[in-house]
Each structure stands twice: as structure tokens, then as C-alpha cells.
């Protein structure tokens, strides 16, 4: 079976036109709304802030009162609501940088 090269280097240099012209953002104006989605997301944000300090106080509460009960599983609760309202406000206030951080490392990619 015989080939015309010519024709298939235009074949391929084409298609190298094409991959190269692919460039996809994201944009404000794309979709209706966005404005209000960041919005949204941002009460969002505030809200698991403060349900991580309401979290922090109730555990910080139970821990006390565990201990001085001489209640070592009460207090053994009360630690572990300590650290995990605390490890939710991080997260919830890196958030936004997670989600950059690895947007930037799938651009690289």
C-alpha cells in the first residue's frame, strides 16, 4: 500500500495546528450567576468558620468537665473535638489556596 507522504505531513502538521490552538480558562462571564455562586461560597466559608469555634468551645468544655469528673473517656472525647474543630477551621480557611495551589500543579501537567 503506497502512501503520499505530502499528503499525510499535511495531515500531521494540521493536527499539530489544531492541539496547538486548544486553550481552555475559566471565566467570570461564562455562566449567569458566578457572582452570586462567590457569594454563596464565601457565606459558606464564614459558616464552617464559625460552626469550627462553636466546635472548639463545646469539645474545649467537654474536655474540662471530663477531667475534672475523672471521666478519662469524656475527656478523651473532648481532645479529639479539640484538634478535629481545629484541623476543620485549617481546612477551611485553606481552601481556597489548596484548590490553587493544585489548579497551578494540573496547568503544569
Do not use: Y
Not at 12 to 23: F, G, K, L, P
Not at 31 to 60: E, N
Not at 70 to 99: D, F, Q, W, Y
Request: proline share 3%; hydrophobic share 55%.
Amino acid at each position: 500500500m503506497l502512501f503520499d507522504t505530502a499528503a499525510v505531513l499535511e495531515l500531521v502538521t494540521a493536527a499539530q495546528v489544531v492541539v496547538a490552538q486548544v486553550s481552555i480558562t475559566p471565566n467570570d462571564s461564562g455562566l449567569p450567576g458566578i457572582a452570586s455562586l462567590r457569594t454563596i461560597v464565601g457565606a459558606v466559608m464564614t459558616i464552617g468558620l464559625v460552626l469550627s469555634v462553636l466546635a472548639l468551645i463545646i469539645s474545649a468544655v467537654v474536655w474540662g468537665f471530663g477531667s475534672n469528673s475523672s471521666n478519662p473517656h469524656l475527656a478523651g472525647r473532648g481532645k479529639t473535638g479539640v484538634l478535629v474543630s481545629c484541623a476543620a477551621a485549617v481546612i477551611t480557611g485553606a481552601s481556597v489556596t489548596l484548590v490553587n495551589f493544585f489548579w497551578n500543579v494540573g496547568q503544569g501537567i
